[in-house]
């Protein structure tokens, strides 16, 4: 049998993107066709998005609105007595004003945590598509909480177009 593998020069991947990828790019070299851009494109935006539909009862500062909105997305867990993710998400908020990256060491500087718990927080953040890794810091996905939000429906209504016509597909094929 031919050896079919390549190097992706371009690509830069955690191991299990790399696998993922692989696992795809195989499928598609004996299955179907091979679409490297779509595959890495697919890769880049895998994240798990958590909505909760809370009650949200009338609040009376900025910090419960934002309480709210990061429980509604799934940010905050009851594990985290410190509020930890929390006065993370409002620093990375603040500097997102401005556009401004933050690292990991300003932050645990500035809210006296370990790097480790914040480096814990961050790629809980980073997973659920809120914070975005640049230039050997931190930022918000965009520039302010609106934009998040809607960047984050964006991604959901992709997610279930495409859960619908896999849907449809299997559908067809079931008979």
Not at 65 to 81: A, C
Not at 107 to 126: C, E, F, P, Q, S
Request: with cysteine; charged share 25%; glycine share 4%.
């Amino acid at each position: 049998m031919k050896d079919r593998s390549f190097y992706l020069p371009f690509v830069s991947l955690s191991l299990s993107q790399q696998r993922l990828l692989k696992i795809h790019l195989l499928y598609k070299v004996f299955g179907k066709s091979l679409k490297i851009d779509s595959t890495y494109q697919y890769l880049t935006m895998i994240r798990r998005v958590t909505i909760l539909k809370i009650r949200r009862t009338p609040k009376e500062n900025i910090n419960q609105e934002l309480q709210w909105i990061g429980n509604s997305l799934g940010l905050f867990s009851l594990r985290d007595k410190n509020s930890s993710c929390f006065r993370i998400f409002i620093v990375l908020l603040k500097k997102a004003k401005s556009n401004q990256i933050i690292s990991s060491d300003e932050i645990a500087d500035r809210l006296k945590l370990t790097r480790g718990t914040v480096v814990h927080h961050l790629n809980n953040l980073m997973n659920s598509g809120i914070v975005i890794r640049e230039q050997g810091g931190y930022i918000l996905r965009e520039r302010n909480l609106e934009r998040v939000i809607s960047s984050i429906r964006k991604d959901l209504d992709s997610a279930m177009s495409e859960l619908m016509k896999v849907a449809k597909e299997v559908d067809e094929k079931l008979g």
